[in-house]
């Protein structure tokens, strides 16, 4: 059973920094593209970021220089670290995994798994 598991999430003021954690479990995360993506209050949803099999990331040009997605050494754990956070950047953050019949979230990767999610709520 695949499971996506986040932490890491929380409140925050703008300027601030925070960085999510994600472990995998259930499926063969090493070979697979993992990442996050991010749903606001109106629902809407947006590819933040993901790194393939190789370590090659991707980033949302919203995050772009201000969000470092990596892997542990385990491979089945990927980090989101978040620096110089906004107020738009308030959303529930959802770690996830390539996968069958998969979403395409404006990144290179798809995403067929995913978890719970964990809030980030940035003030002004």
């Known amino acids: 059973q695949v499971q996506l598991v986040e932490s890491g999430g929380g409140s925050v003021q703008a300027g601030g920094s925070l960085k999510l954690s994600c472990t995998a479990s259930?499926?063969?995360?090493?070979?697979?593209?993992m990442g996050w993506f991010r749903q606001f209050s109106g629902n809407a949803r947006e590819g933040v970021a993901c790194?393939?099999?190789?370590?090659?990331?991707n980033y949302a040009d919203s995050v772009e220089g201000r969000f470092t997605i990596s892997k542990g050494n385990a491979k089945n754990t990927v980090y989101l670290e978040m620096n110089d956070l906004k107020p738009e950047d308030s959303a529930m953050y959802y770690c996830a995994s390539e996968g069958p019949e998969a979403i395409w979230v404006g990144l290179r990767c798809g995403f067929g798994y995913w978890g719970r999610g964990t809030q980030v709520t940035v003030s002004s």
């Open positions: 259930g499926y063969a995360y090493n070979t697979y593209s």
């Open positions: 790194i393939d099999s190789d370590g090659k990331p």
